[in-house]
């Protein structure tokens, strides 16, 4: 006699071979009929799947979209680009402005970097092999739509080495709210010396409250690397930095005699807070724009939208953009012109790909989006239409005009960090204008390589 666990045993092997017949069955009938899965079928999905490319895309924050997300504009052309290129995929990885070109050329040496990076004119990752040139993705017209001198600072050797997006000068920026309350004139012009700079700035500076302790300061300032705005000032006798062949020449007697008159004008006068002239720039930003307590400083354009933004919404304050104030010359400004580059390929198609994109966010149509973020367009017809449209544009342009673009030298992080080292030294009195200057070119020379 059978138990009831045998007969539950011999059910369930019955019922898994019904079930595996009828898998076989219906698996008859489809191939019969003309319902395949075949291996042609899988072929195909694997050659589907060979077909798919991801490119890897580094980038900063840059203005604020509708979804308040400074990296909304990027991810928006990126969902477009896919829709348009099925099995192209593209990864953004999203980077910090303190530390995202450290992280890029970290990868770049570990042979592990992204495909897309803004770093376009970077002249040390140039010459180390881990930029494409782009010349093959523009004709001869094309070209002619940009700026020239857009073209000119991101190339090397001849060749173009990123896609020209935008370009960005200093200028002083004022607090016109506070001129009028010490009843200041404006600057004008051709007025605008570095004498009267200080004498303003001396009047701006004062104890409102009379508690023995300075409310407001006439002038603030930041000696950090990628900031160039307090640099301006040492042009004011007809120094410049850097001479056309990429040689240090600041230490020259235009660049001693402007540096003497800082040194001494500083140390003698308190116009600033103490904390000026250290790294921060959000201390500066905030001290000029939240506490409204600084009257003037130099800025990149960048703070045009911001500024504009914060007086629209009743928060801010009427402000105005100044030239650099001029000693026995006009001083002039500094400049960055900025654009993406295609970093080290070894499949064409994907360096196609690459370059496709590229053209897609600097097109004339998404240069217009620039205006938000208070730069200059690289297209020239662009740029013109912002000029034509907005005063600081304008203003920003007439600076442009004169300014000193970076100079193409390798090792530019360390450069930049001895001369902001060395000023500051000096202009807090723990060395001579004459011994900082020497010190500069001294450890310059030592590690520069012009091209």
Not at 64 to 77: A, H, L, P, V
Request: include cysteine; charge should be positive; aromatic fraction near 14%.
């Amino acid at each position: 006699m059978k138990g009831p666990f045998t007969l539950f045993f011999n059910r369930l092997i019955v019922k898994k071979i019904s079930l595996f017949l009828i898998i076989i069955f219906i698996f008859s009938i489809l191939v019969s009929c003309g319902g395949k899965v075949n291996s042609n079928d899988l072929l195909k999905q694997k050659e589907d799947k060979k077909q798919e490319i991801v490119i890897t895309l580094w980038d900063f924050p840059r203005w604020e979209s509708e979804n308040n997300s400074r990296f909304g504009w990027i991810e928006k052309k990126i969902k477009e680009f896919e829709k348009a290129h099925p099995g192209v995929y593209i990864y953004l990885k999203k980077l910090k402005w303190e530390y995202g070109m450290f992280e890029i050329k970290a990868a770049c040496q570990a042979g592990i970097n992204p495909d897309i990076a803004p770093v376009a004119g970077d002249y040390d990752l140039i010459l180390s092999g881990y930029v494409e040139p782009v010349d093959e993705f523009f004709t001869k017209e094309e070209l002619g739509k940009y700026d020239e001198r857009a073209l000119e600072a991101l190339k090397v050797n001849g060749r173009l080495y990123g896609f020209p997006w935008f370009l960005a000068t200093y200028g002083m920026f004022i607090n016109k709210d506070l001129f009028e309350e010490r009843k200041l004139s404006f600057p004008s012009k051709g007025d605008w010396t570095f004498q009267k700079f200080m004498d303003t700035a001396i009047k701006l500076t004062w104890d409102k409250n009379r508690d023995k302790k300075v409310d407001y300061y006439g002038f603030d300032y930041v000696l950090k690397p990628g900031n160039y705005g307090f640099w301006g000032l040492l042009t004011m006798d007809g120094a410049r930095f850097f001479d056309n062949e990429g040689n240090f020449v600041l230490n020259s007697k235009e660049g001693l005699s402007a540096l003497k008159k800082l040194s001494e004008a500083f140390q003698k006068n308190v116009i600033f807070p103490p904390e000026a002239g250290d790294r921060n720039e959000n201390r500066l930003w905030g001290n000029f724009i939240e506490k409204k307590k600084v009257a003037m400083i130099f800025m990149s354009s960048w703070a045009i939208p911001l500024l504009e933004k914060k007086k629209n919404e009743g928060s801010g304050f009427d402000f105005e953009l100044l030239p650099y104030p001029g000693g026995e010359s006009q001083a002039h400004s500094f400049a960055v012109a900025s654009g993406y580059a295609i970093l080290k390929q070894n499949d064409e198609r994907k360096k196609k790909l690459c370059g496709e994109f590229l053209k897609f966010i600097t097109s004339e149509k998404e240069q217009e989006n620039l205006l938000k973020y208070g730069v200059l367009p690289a297209i020239k017809s662009v740029q013109e239409k912002a000029v034509s449209e907005n005063q600081f544009y304008k203003k920003s342009k007439e600076l442009l005009t004169s300014a000193e673009f970076l100079p193409k030298v390798r090792n530019w992080q360390e450069i930049e960090n001895i001369i902001n080292t060395e000023l500051l030294l000096c202009l807090k009195g723990k060395k001579t204008p004459e011994k900082a200057l020497q010190d500069m070119g001294k450890n310059i020379s030592g590690i520069v390589t012009s091209e």
